[in-house]
């Protein structure tokens, strides 16, 4: 009986249908088309983007999907595989008939390969891809990198395998609490200390001047429009969560008017709330404000939440450098919005968004170069169908439904994949 590898495949600038495109890659991967919900099949996965996943027999389909790529110019396939039965697990990009870059490594043990990030950890090559970046964004990337080490080792030690491992009953129950309680400190503190490091303004590219001139020509542009959006000054913070009313957006250049709770009273320096001398943190005083985003922030920002959240449970940290490279640095404040702690302040923020909603349309409807949508998630939603290819995904996926086998739940290198497997 063969081993089976699991695949993961995105193709970025697919002009097919996916249901179509998932037959064709049946064809090229077993040779016919394969009844659906079959084991051996292609499943179209719901979301933003064509992906498909799939099993093959021993070793990943890099060479049908080579003469695949050859068929479809300009398209890019970025696949992600592994087979824990053989021991592997790797990433490929493939365009043009073409293997552009491939890594594979071997060689994994532990239980149910619960250490496979630990032992042999994968470089991710697929993001980029999905969503080229500046030199600065990539440089913070790597900042986020590293605290999603930190996260993973802690959920190694909270995971069920570890628990249940035959070699707990000789391990330190005690030294496990401790070191759990130390990776947590340490990710809470790497994420504050994160919040304050900006590589804008020092790590330049020859799109700054126009990345700079861009966000002046955005800033007389929503005035125009008579808009005022929330800008922090230049190096200090503006705290908000964005909240499920309407949004807008505006072309020339492209830029998403999101309706956020800016939190006037939290610190202008980290974004955080200091607590009184009681030891409680201070009442909330807020305002109902509109954020203009791009649609990659937007997308930075719907990769903040924990797995299970959306962007509407979190807390955001918001900066505004100068000589900036991006537009807007977007950072973690506190996966619990504090809006929403206070079910009386909940309804009044509801109530005054609801108003800054019906108040956003009175004034911009029918304006031209504005499209006026009823959450900011609509608004990447309809940039697919213009083919747009945005950021990582916020759906989940762990286990093949139906006929298909079930696999241990691994965490996955690349950020495109790692919230389905």
């Given at each position: 009986?063969?081993?089976?590898?699991?695949?993961?495949?995105?193709?970025?600038?697919?002009?097919?249908?996916?249901?179509?495109?998932?037959?064709?890659?049946?064809?090229?991967?077993?040779?016919?088309?394969?009844p659906?919900?079959?084991?051996?099949?292609?499943?179209?996965?719901?979301?933003?983007?064509?992906?498909?996943?799939?099993?093959?027999?021993?070793?990943?389909?890099?060479?049908?999907?080579?003469a695949?790529?050859?068929?479809?110019?300009?398209?890019?396939?970025?696949?992600?595989?592994?087979?824990?039965?053989?021991?592997?697990?790797?990433?490929?990009?493939?365009?043009?008939?073409?293997?552009?870059?491939?890594?594979?490594?071997?060689?994994?043990?532990?239980?149910a390969y619960?250490?496979?990030?630990?032992?042999?950890?994968?470089?991710?090559?697929?993001?980029?891809?999905?969503?080229?970046?500046?030199?600065?964004?990539?440089?913070?990337?790597?900042?986020?990198?590293?605290?999603?080490?930190?996260?993973?080792?802690?959920?190694?030690?909270?995971?069920?395998?570890?628990?249940?491992?035959?070699?707990?009953?000789?391990?330190?129950?005690?030294?496990?609490?401790?070191?759990?309680?130390?990776?947590?400190?340490?990710?809470?503190?790497?994420i504050?200390?994160?919040?304050?490091?900006?590589?804008e303004?020092?790590?330049?590219?020859?799109?700054?001047?126009?990345?700079?001139?861009?966000?002046?020509?955005?800033?007389?542009?929503?005035?125009?429009?008579?808009?005022?959006?929330?800008?922090?000054?230049?190096?200090?913070?503006?705290?908000?969560?964005?909240?499920?009313?309407?949004?807008?957006?505006?072309?020339?250049?492209?830029?998403?008017?999101?309706?956020?709770?800016?939190?006037?009273?939290?610190?202008?320096?980290?974004?955080?709330?200091?607590?009184?001398?009681d030891?409680?943190?201070?009442?909330?005083?807020?305002?109902?404000?509109?954020?203009?985003?791009?649609?990659?922030?937007?997308?930075?920002?719907?990769?903040?939440?924990?797995?299970?959240?959306?962007?509407?449970?979190?807390?955001?940290?918001?900066?505004?450098?100068?000589?900036?490279?991006?537009?807007?640095?977007?950072?973690?404040?506190?996966?619990?919005?504090?809006?929403?702690?206070?079910?009386?302040?909940?309804?009044?923020?509801e109530?005054?968004?609801?108003?800054a909603?019906?108040?956003?349309?009175?004034?911009?409807?029918?304006?031209?170069?504005?499209?006026?949508?009823d959450?900011?998630?609509?608004?990447?939603?309809?940039r697919?169908?213009?083919?747009?290819?945005?950021g990582?995904?916020?759906?989940?996926?762990?286990?093949?439904?139906?006929?298909?086998?079930?696999?241990?739940?691994?965490?996955?290198?690349?950020d495109?994949?790692?919230?389905?497997?």
């Amino acid at each position: 009986m063969a081993n089976d590898c699991s695949n993961y495949l995105i193709v970025v600038g697919l002009e097919d249908q996916p249901d179509e495109f998932a037959k064709t890659l049946e064809l090229a991967i077993y040779g016919s088309v394969a009844p659906s919900g079959g084991f051996y099949s292609v499943e179209t996965v719901q979301g933003r983007r064509a992906e498909f996943r799939f099993f093959s027999k021993w070793q990943p389909p890099i060479d049908a999907l080579m003469a695949l790529s050859a068929e479809r110019k300009g398209k890019t396939l970025l696949l992600e595989y592994w087979c824990w039965e053989s021991g592997f697990r790797g990433q490929a990009v493939i365009r043009d008939g073409e293997v552009v870059e491939h890594v594979h490594r071997v060689g994994y043990d532990g239980p149910a390969y619960l250490f496979a990030d630990i032992t042999h950890p994968i470089v991710d090559l697929l993001s980029w891809y999905l969503e080229p970046r500046t030199l600065a964004h990539q440089a913070a990337g790597r900042l986020q990198d590293a605290i999603r080490i930190v996260k993973r080792l802690k959920e190694t030690l909270e995971d069920d395998r570890f628990a249940g491992s035959r070699y707990r009953d000789y391990g330190d129950d005690q030294q496990v609490s401790k070191t759990l309680a130390g990776l947590t400190a340490l990710v809470n503190t790497m994420i504050g200390h994160a919040a304050r490091i900006s590589f804008e303004g020092v790590l330049l590219e020859e799109s700054s001047v126009a990345d700079r001139n861009a966000r002046a020509a955005v800033t007389e542009r929503m005035k125009g429009l008579g808009l005022d959006c929330l800008v922090p000054d230049r190096d200090k913070a503006a705290r908000f969560a964005i909240l499920p009313f309407r949004a807008a957006t505006v072309t020339n250049p492209l830029r998403i008017l999101v309706p956020v709770v800016h939190y006037l009273n939290a610190d202008r320096d980290t974004g955080k709330y200091q607590k009184v001398a009681d030891g409680s943190a201070p009442p909330i005083e807020w305002e109902i404000r509109y954020v203009e985003l791009t649609p990659f922030e937007l997308e930075d920002v719907k990769r903040l939440p924990d797995e299970g959240q959306t962007e509407y449970d979190i807390d955001v940290v918001l900066r505004t450098r100068p000589n900036h490279t991006i537009n807007h640095e977007l950072n973690l404040a506190n996966t619990r919005s504090r809006w929403k702690q206070n079910p009386e302040l909940a309804e009044q923020v509801e109530k005054a968004a609801a108003e800054a909603s019906d108040a956003l349309v009175a004034k911009l409807a029918g304006t031209p170069g504005v499209e006026i949508f009823d959450d900011p998630g609509k608004v990447l939603e309809k940039r697919l169908e213009h083919k747009a290819v945005y950021g990582p995904l916020e759906q989940s996926a762990p286990v093949v439904e139906g006929t298909r086998k079930t696999r241990p739940v691994i965490r996955t290198t690349s950020d495109a994949m790692s919230r389905f497997w």
